[in-house]
Nanobody, 124 residues
Framework: QVQLVESGGGLVQAGGSLRLSCVAS????????MGWFRQAPGKEREFVAA????????YYTEFVKGRFTISRDNAKNTVYLQMNSLKPEDTAVYYC?????????????????WGQGTQVTVSS
């Protein structure tokens, strides 16, 4: 049974930082592209960042480029999202996802497994 468990969310002031983690089990982690998505109240789930199997290739939405960094540790079956210079508009539930794909997907429908999400709230 595949499980993705996110942690690291919380309440932070604007300009602050958070580091999200997602631990995967039940799959061969090093053969999955990993992504982070977010969903704010009343909005659709949107792509945030993604990383290839080896971690060599990364992709970001324009809204977080230069502020967020995705990384992975295949030895720990963990993907991270370092979020700096947070803004109130970053407030959302953040989800990690896994895709069995050689190309790094940026569309939610291309991901096979999802975590339960972790809340990030940025106060102004």
């Amino acid at each position: 049974q595949v499980q993705l468990v996110e942690s690291g969310g919380g309440l932070v002031q604007a300009g602050g930082s958070l580091r999200l983690s997602c631990v995967a089990s039940g799959l061969t982690f090093s053969r999955y592209c990993m992504g982070w998505f977010r969903q704010a109240p009343g909005k659709e789930r949107e792509f945030v960042a993604a990383i290839s199997w080896t971690g060599v290739s990364t992709y970001y939405t324009e809204f977080v480029k230069g502020r967020f960094t995705i990384s992975r540790d295949n030895a720990k079956n963990t993907v991270y999202l370092q979020m700096n210079s947070l803004k109130p508009e970053d407030t959302a539930v953040y989800y990690c996802a896994a895709a069995r794909s050689t190309l790094v997907p940026t569309i939610a429908a291309e991901y096979h497994y999802w975590g339960q999400g972790t809340q990030v709230t940025v106060s102004s």
